[in-house]
């Protein structure tokens, strides 16, 4: 059984940080792209980062690309989310996804999903 799980979420004041991580477990995930997606409250689930086997990275619209860091671990099987410089309008449940395909990921088409974790920024 393939499962995605995400862990480091919670609560942080504005201007802190938080390190998301996503663990791949019942196969391995070597040549497949992983990455991130948030959904804040009322919000439509969006694309924030995008991290390839071989490391080339993609960024979401805005300054998340200034201020997250996507990375991973693959004898882990891990990506990580490095969150720095959190705004209230980072406040979300975030999501770890998986695809063969970069551009499927990106538009929201994985067939992997993690299950979420929330991360909450006060003001």
């Known amino acids: 059984q393939v499962q995605l799980v995400e862990s480091g979420g919670g609560l942080v004041q504005a201007g802190g940080s938080l390190k998301l991580a996503c663990a791949a477990s019942?196969?391995?995930?070597?040549?497949?792209?992983m990455g991130w997606f948030r959904q804040g409250p009322g919000k439509e689930r969006t694309f924030v980062a995008v991290?390839?086997?071989?490391?080339?990275?993609?960024y979401g619209r805005g300054d998340v690309k200034d201020r997250f860091t996507i990375s991973r671990d693959n004898a882990k099987n891990t990506i990580y989310l490095q969150m720095n410089s959190l705004k209230p309008e980072d406040t979300a449940v975030y999501f770890c996804?998986?695809?063969?395909?970069?551009?499927?990921?990106?538009?929201?088409?994985?067939?992997?999903w993690g299950q979420g974790t929330q991360v909450t920024v006060s003001s």
């Open positions: 019942g196969r391995t995930f070597a040549r497949h792209s």
């Open positions: 996804t998986a695809d063969v395909n970069s551009g499927t990921l990106i538009l929201g088409q994985a067939p992997y």
């Open positions: 991290i390839t086997y071989s490391g080339l990275t993609t």
